[in-house]
């Protein structure tokens, strides 16, 4: 940032290059929302009273020892100029450079990179990168702000202004009373917004439920100057916090748009949950479960979307100390009756009150989400398409709820019609065939790897349903979640693939008469594997893959160790061959011949292909692979024709 000084108290000072990119996307992308400004300064506006409240009550000082705290909306025909002023906090000259000088400084880059295409238009986004203030001049050709920071004398005011072209000026001015005042002078076709019914018609729709008046002239027609009410200050919000209010006063025409409001969207919420709760902790929750993942849903240091009010003050934004962190994606308020107003994060963490909101919270959350399940499946599937994987971090992070978040988790299995992920535990459950003991799944790397496994195979043809599980979350599911409704969660790519009382007599029969007809071929086989197979055994699972790689039954699930290692097979791979399939056949009754060591190179390799793992020298498979095949071929390299050579001779000669 450059600086120039113009005069011994005014200093002009240059935008960053990032901060022109928002100006100009402010102006133009999203002027078809232009009446976004007045909400974005009213907010700010009711964020520097909240923090005016705050500061002094925390020094046992009332905010209102200078008067009533508002905000006041004018505007000036004659002028062509729109004023916003509050009795907040206001700000120091070294706050005004930090919060409005420099644009979004930590988030303006991805705020930038985020709006493309249709989404420049998107004027949701505004007030998530701290350019809320800049909205102004999507209206406004010169923006002017003068401020004073509670507890500075008057002479350390300060005025900024700037016409949003590339610089504005900073300079010490008089200003008897604390807090800010912002005057917009309107571009030309912008007169449409010095009118009161349509300024107060745009406070309605976005600002009523602000918990401080919003002040406005009175009317300032015919009537209002005989009942000598012009000019006057007149609150034109209600003023009261809308979760503070009787459900039975409430449409879900409030609910979404206070929903919009505090969450910064154009969509309505999936659904809330509004109660009052009272008992030895009195607190009220709004809260609501969004209809898209926000933006920075998976950024870990992104804003939560739960607000913690104390008496309709606002305190804090939760920082996880409420909502745990797989109901990240929660939004609304939480006003509590029993904490103080001057509560920090470190008594949150300690405090008795708090832990009592948190249990009770993530309860109404789940058990909101489980209604939903059940009353609006198509709703449903739409938050699950939205938040599963984020819920899922519950199973290993919330053992006190994991019953009941295991009830709202959402699968693709061998039943599904498509990839969407529609089968619940207990669906399942319900279809379970008789004499099935477990509940089985197969991680995958892909949804297209799973459905293709050669795991799957004896599964499929007994009609016995599997779980399809191919998000990296999946592993921490099922490592966590061992057992649902009293039966165990059992991989089918690890463990000896027993399907239990599944099994008939015959096929019993044929798998010991098999393992005795093909003991010396596994023997010969895990000697040539030695140090790469942990062992060499028939399987049960195959019905058409000649083999496959499965994990010892002590080893963590084979997709796990293929996260924690890299190589995409477990520490104690299995070698499993099937008896039914021609070429093991034919290897059993060639006793392995002199291609053995190659054989069981290749099939190794092969099963470790279909398991998306990788195999540590692809040349040399490659090379034992085409020996292979033209050892199988059975014909002896052809002699090249006498005939034939002696006549090219004479010809060359």
């Given at each position: 940032?450059?600086?120039?000084?113009?005069?011994?108290?005014?200093?002009?000072?240059?935008?960053?290059?990032?901060?022109?990119?928002?100006?100009?996307?402010?102006?133009?992308?999203?002027?078809?929302?232009?009446?976004?400004?007045?909400?974005?300064?009213?907010?700010?506006?009711?964020?520097?009273?909240h923090r005016l409240r705050v500061e002094l009550l925390g020094r046992s000082e009332l905010p209102e020892a200078e008067g009533k705290l508002?905000?006041?909306?004018?505007?000036?025909?004659?002028?062509?100029?729109?004023?916003?002023?509050?009795?907040?906090?206001?700000?120091?000259?070294?706050?005004?450079?930090?919060?409005?000088?420099?644009?979004?400084?930590?988030?303006?880059?991805?705020?930038?990179?985020?709006?493309?295409?249709?989404?420049?238009?998107?004027?949701?986004?505004?007030?998530?990168?701290?350019?809320?203030?800049?909205?102004?001049?999507?209206?406004?050709?010169?923006?002017?702000?003068?401020?004073?920071?509670?507890?500075?004398?008057?002479?350390?005011?300060?005025?900024?202004?700037?016409?949003?072209?590339?610089?504005?000026?900073?300079?010490?001015?008089?200003?008897?009373?604390?807090?800010?005042?912002?005057?917009?002078?309107?571009?030309?076709?912008?007169?449409?917004?010095?009118?009161?019914?349509?300024?107060?018609?745009?406070?309605?729709?976005?600002?009523?439920?602000?918990?401080?008046?919003?002040?406005?002239?009175?009317?300032?027609?015919?009537?209002?100057?005989?009942?000598?009410?012009?000019?006057?200050?007149?609150?034109?919000?209600?003023?009261?916090?809308?979760?503070?209010?009787?459900?039975?006063?409430?449409?879900?025409?409030?609910?979404?748009?206070?929903?919009?409001?505090?969450?910064?969207?154009?969509?309505?919420?999936?659904?809330?949950?509004?109660?009052?709760?009272?008992?030895?902790?009195?607190?009220?929750?709004?809260?609501?479960?969004?209809?898209?993942?926000?933006?920075?849903?998976?950024?870990?240091?992104?804003?939560?979307?739960?607000?913690?009010?104390?008496?309709?003050?606002?305190?804090?934004?939760?920082?996880?100390?409420?909502?745990?962190?797989?109901?990240?994606?929660?939004?609304?308020?939480?006003?509590?009756?029993?904490?103080?107003?001057?509560?920090?994060?470190?008594?949150?963490?300690?405090?008795?009150?708090?832990?009592?909101?948190?249990?009770?919270?993530?309860?109404?959350?789940?058990?909101?989400?489980?209604?939903?399940?059940?009353?609006?499946?198509?709703?449903?599937?739409?938050?699950?398409?939205?938040?599963?994987?984020?819920?899922?971090?519950?199973?290993?992070?919330?053992?006190?709820?994991?019953?009941?978040?295991?009830?709202?988790?959402?699968?693709?299995?061998?039943?599904?019609?498509?990839?969407?992920?529609?089968?619940?535990?207990?669906?399942?459950?319900?279809?379970?065939?008789?004499?099935?003991?477990?509940?089985?799944?197969?991680?995958?790397?892909?949804?297209?790897?799973?459905?293709?496994?050669?795991?799957?195979?004896?599964?499929?043809?007994?009609?016995?349903?599997?779980?399809?599980?191919?998000?990296?979350?999946?592993?921490?599911?099922?490592?966590?979640?061992?057992?649902?409704?009293?039966?165990?969660?059992?991989?089918?790519?690890?463990?000896?693939?027993?399907?239990?009382?599944?099994?008939?007599?015959?096929?019993?029969?044929?798998?010991?008469?098999?393992?005795?007809?093909?003991?010396?071929?596994?023997?010969?086989?895990?000697?040539?594997?030695?140090?790469?197979?942990?062992?060499?055994?028939?399987?049960?699972?195959?019905?058409?893959?000649?083999?496959?790689?499965?994990?010892?039954?002590?080893?963590?699930?084979?997709?796990?160790?293929?996260?924690?290692?890299?190589?995409?097979?477990?520490?104690?791979?299995?070698?499993?061959?099937n008896p039914a399939h021609p070429l093991i056949q034919r290897l059993n009754r060639a006793h392995g011949g002199e291609h053995l060591r190659?054989?069981?190179?290749?099939?190794?390799?092969?099963?470790?292909?279909?398991?998306?793992?990788?195999?540590?020298?692809?040349?040399?498979?490659?090379?034992?692979?085409?020996?292979?095949?033209?050892?199988?071929?059975?014909?002896?390299?052809?002699?090249?024709?006498?005939?034939?050579?002696?006549?090219?001779?004479?010809?060359?000669?």
């Amino acid at each position: 940032m450059s600086v120039q000084t113009e005069q011994a108290d005014k200093e002009i000072f240059s935008f960053q290059a990032e901060a022109v990119q928002i100006l100009d996307l402010m102006v133009h992308s999203l002027y078809s929302n232009k009446e976004i400004f007045l909400r974005e300064l009213i907010s700010n506006a009711a964020d520097a009273i909240h923090r005016l409240r705050v500061e002094l009550l925390g020094r046992s000082e009332l905010p209102e020892a200078e008067g009533k705290l508002h905000i006041r909306i004018g505007y000036d025909k004659d002028a062509g100029t729109i004023t916003i002023a509050d009795n907040g906090i206001g700000m120091s000259r070294e706050e005004v450079i930090q919060n409005i000088g420099t644009i979004a400084k930590s988030g303006t880059g991805e705020f930038l990179r985020s709006l493309t295409g249709d989404q420049r238009k998107n004027a949701t986004m505004i007030g998530h990168f701290g350019v809320g203030f800049y909205s102004a001049f999507i209206v406004a050709e010169r923006v002017v702000l003068t401020t004073r920071r509670a507890g500075l004398e008057p002479s350390e005011a300060v005025r900024w202004e700037s016409d949003g072209k590339g610089e504005y000026t900073l300079e010490t001015v008089q200003r008897p009373e604390r807090g800010t005042t912002i005057v917009l002078q309107l571009r030309d076709g912008e007169d449409d917004l010095l009118n009161g019914w349509r300024l107060r018609s745009i406070i309605e729709k976005y600002s009523d439920h602000i918990p401080v008046p919003i002040l406005m002239p009175g009317e300032s027609d015919d009537r209002a100057e005989e009942a000598g009410t012009a000019g006057a200050g007149v609150a034109v919000n209600r003023a009261s916090a809308l979760w503070s209010r009787p459900k039975s006063e409430l449409t879900d025409t409030d609910y979404n748009d206070f929903y919009r409001q505090i969450a910064g969207e154009h969509t309505d919420p999936l659904a809330w949950v509004h109660a009052k709760i009272e008992g030895t902790y009195e607190y009220t929750l709004l809260l609501f479960i969004p209809s898209r993942a926000p933006h920075d849903l998976w950024v870990p240091q992104a804003r939560r979307g739960v607000r913690l009010h104390v008496q309709r003050v606002f305190i804090l934004e939760d920082t996880g100390q409420i909502l745990p962190n797989y109901l990240r994606f929660v939004r609304g308020v939480i006003d509590s009756a029993d904490l103080p107003l001057n509560v920090s994060r470190e008594i949150l963490q300690g405090s008795r009150a708090v832990g009592s909101i948190r249990t009770n919270t993530v309860k109404k959350v789940l058990k909101r989400l489980a209604l939903l399940a059940e009353s609006e499946p198509e709703k449903y599937a739409t938050f699950w398409k939205e938040f599963g994987t984020t819920l899922k971090e519950g199973i290993a992070d919330d053992y006190s709820n994991r019953d009941e978040i295991a009830k709202l988790l959402r699968f693709t299995s061998t039943k599904s019609a498509t990839d969407a992920p529609d089968t619940s535990l207990d669906a399942y459950v319900a279809r379970m065939k008789e004499g099935q003991e477990h509940i089985y799944y197969l991680l995958a790397p892909s949804s297209s790897a799973a459905k293709s496994s050669p795991h799957l195979e004896a599964f499929r043809s007994k009609g016995v349903e599997v779980l399809l599980l191919s998000e990296g979350v999946d592993n921490w599911v099922v490592s966590s979640m061992r057992e649902y409704d009293g039966r165990q969660l059992q991989s089918v790519a690890q463990g000896a693939g027993d399907l239990g009382a599944l099994a008939d007599e015959e096929e019993r029969q044929t798998k010991e008469q098999a393992d005795a007809e093909y003991a010396d071929l596994l023997g010969k086989l895990k000697a040539h594997l030695a140090g790469q197979a942990w062992d060499v055994r028939l399987s049960t699972r195959l019905t058409t893959s000649p083999a496959c790689i499965v994990s010892n039954e002590p080893e963590i699930d084979i997709n796990l160790m293929q996260r924690m290692r890299g190589t995409g097979l477990p520490r104690q791979a299995v070698l499993e061959l099937n008896p039914a399939h021609p070429l093991i056949q034919r290897l059993n009754r060639a006793h392995g011949g002199e291609h053995l060591r190659e054989w069981a190179q290749v099939l190794f390799n092969q099963a470790a292909l279909t398991l998306s793992a990788r195999i540590e020298d692809p040349t040399t498979f490659v090379q034992q692979l085409n020996s292979l095949l033209t050892a199988l071929t059975d014909e002896p390299a052809r002699e090249p024709d006498r005939s034939q050579t002696e006549a090219n001779s004479s010809a060359s000669g």
